[in-house]
């Protein structure tokens, strides 16, 4: 896509990178941009929250774990699912996977508790063939797998990380953390990228209606200060609104939902490469599983969703956007679409477990409401 042009030249000139960062961290009068030099948040408590697992009954039931087997959990994040696995099934081994560094940590605290059987692996899905073949874990070797994507509550929670719009911190929004300096933040993203590549992320991964007219709000807001925090991102969005439709969107629990939520949304899946990289964790979970190995994939937006369900259905993951008008267009042509699956499915990988997705129970929601849009598709490989 176009935008990508721009990161293309981040990617292929890190110094400009750099330079372009540590002018922005001056130019800056609150604290610095991206975690960088002299950034600091004192907003962030000592004691991580914790990550509370989403629908975790259900996962330990699906993943039907026997014990001594080995399981793959591609998002350890706060080791909520991982802990309740090795608590409940004797002498299970866990491959802990995460790309951010403070994850593992958690991860490599639990592999002490747990001599043996916590193996904790730093690393994208991108990377997880080449973790495991370090590892001598051959393809094919895997008892089941668990994917539970997006983002865990510690990155959330925390201020300095700039994922949330309701904490103010620098706007970074990496997972990896600190792990490819020269890797571009979502400051990086609203304060370089023109307007049109800026609507057209707006567009492609926050479905945000708005869309240009928010990419127009950031141009003109950034020629006056350069948007380096999450609050003035947040306003610089609300500016372009009446007050009155700033709070008037609604989220699952029928919650007032702030105006930027989808500009949040888009800008960090748009800075890690999610949906690449979740189409790339589920071709590696493919190879990764035995005959008969079972994968559990929990989605929380309909474009993780979309795509999952295709990729298990062993679509054409190219001709995405054709399936998805099909679905639009479902009046009057199911019967079509019901053929194009059939063709699909002739080499198919997957057996369905459930026929229908599983969603979290009304009490889990109540609890946890960063649950409520959850998902949760049960496959077993071929
Ligand atoms: C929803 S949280 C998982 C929470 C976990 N199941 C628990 O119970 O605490 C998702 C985690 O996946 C990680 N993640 C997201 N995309 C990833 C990727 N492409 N490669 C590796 N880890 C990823 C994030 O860093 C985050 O820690």
């Given at each position: 896509m176009?935008?990508?042009a721009?990161i ?12 372009w960062?540590?002018l ?8 610095g ?5 002299g950034?600091s948040?004192s907003?962030?408590?000592d004691e ?13 039931h699906?993943?039907?774990l026997k014990?001594?087997q ?9 080791g909520?699912h991982?802990?309740?696995?090795l608590?409940t ?8 996977l995460d790309r ?6 958690l ?8 001599f ?9 899905f991108?990377?997880?063939?080449a973790?495991?073949s370090?590892?001598n874990?051959k393809p ?5 797998v668990?994917?539970d994507?997006?983002c ?15 904490k103010d ?7 990896d953390?600190?792990?490819?300096p ?11 990228l ?11 991964y926050?479905?945000?209606?708005h ?6 709000a950031?141009?003109?807001?950034r020629r006056?200060n ?6 003035q991102l ?13 709070h008037a969107?609604?989220d ?9 939520t ?12 999610e ?7 589920l ?5 990764a599983l035995k005959p008969g190995?079972?994968l559990?994939?929990?989605?929380f ?17 190219s001709?995405?956007e ?7 267009k479902?009046?009057?042509?199911r019967?079509?679409?019901v053929d ?7 080499n198919?990988h997957?057996f ?13 929601v ?7 849009s959850a ?8």
């Amino acid at each position: 896509m176009l935008f990508n042009a721009k990161i293309m030249i981040w990617k292929t000139s890190p110094a400009a990178l750099t330079a372009w960062r540590s002018l922005m961290w001056k130019l800056s009068s609150a604290a610095g941009l991206c975690s960088g030099p002299g950034s600091s948040d004192s907003s962030v408590s000592d004691e991580k929250p914790p990550h509370t697992p989403v629908m975790l009954k259900e996962i330990l039931h699906y993943l039907d774990l026997k014990p001594a087997q080995v399981v793959l959990d591609m998002t350890f994040g706060g080791g909520g699912h991982t802990k309740a696995i090795l608590n409940t099934v004797p002498e299970v081994t866990v491959l802990a996977l995460d790309r951010d560094p403070e994850a593992i940590s958690l991860a490599q605290q639990l592999a002490k508790q747990h001599f043996g059987r916590v193996k904790p692996l730093l690393g994208r899905f991108s990377e997880l063939e080449a973790l495991m073949s370090n590892m001598n874990i051959k393809p094919g070797s895997i008892d089941a797998v668990l994917l539970d994507a997006g983002c865990s509550s510690m990155q959330m929670d925390q201020a300095k990380r700039g994922f949330s719009l309701s904490k103010d911190g620098p706007l970074d929004m990496r997972m990896d953390g600190e792990r490819y300096p020269d890797m571009p933040c979502a400051a990086d993203v609203v304060n370089t990228l023109d307007q049109q590549a800026l609507a057209s992320i707006l567009t492609a991964y926050g479905e945000e209606r708005h869309a240009r007219k928010i990419a127009s709000a950031i141009v003109e807001a950034r020629r006056v200060n350069p948007i380096t925090r999450t609050h003035q991102l947040a306003s610089v969005v609300a500016g372009a609104f009446p007050a009155s439709i700033v709070h008037a969107r609604k989220d699952r629990l029928h919650r007032p939902a702030h105006i930027a939520t989808k500009t949040f949304q888009a800008l960090r899946i748009f800075v890690n490469d999610e949906l690449k990289e979740l189409h790339t964790g589920l071709c590696a979970a493919r190879s990764a599983l035995k005959p008969g190995g079972r994968l559990c994939v929990i989605t929380f937006h309909s474009l993780e969703d979309r795509l999952v369900k295709h990729f298990l259905q062993d679509r054409d993951l190219s001709h995405l956007e054709q399936c998805h008008f099909i679905e639009n267009k479902r009046n009057g042509r199911r019967e079509k679409l019901v053929d194009k699956n059939r063709e699909c499915n002739k080499n198919a990988h997957w057996f369905p477990v459930q026929r229908k997705v599983v969603t979290p129970e009304k009490d889990d929601v109540r609890e946890n409401p960063r649950g409520r849009s959850a998902k949760l598709r049960v496959v077993l490989r071929r």
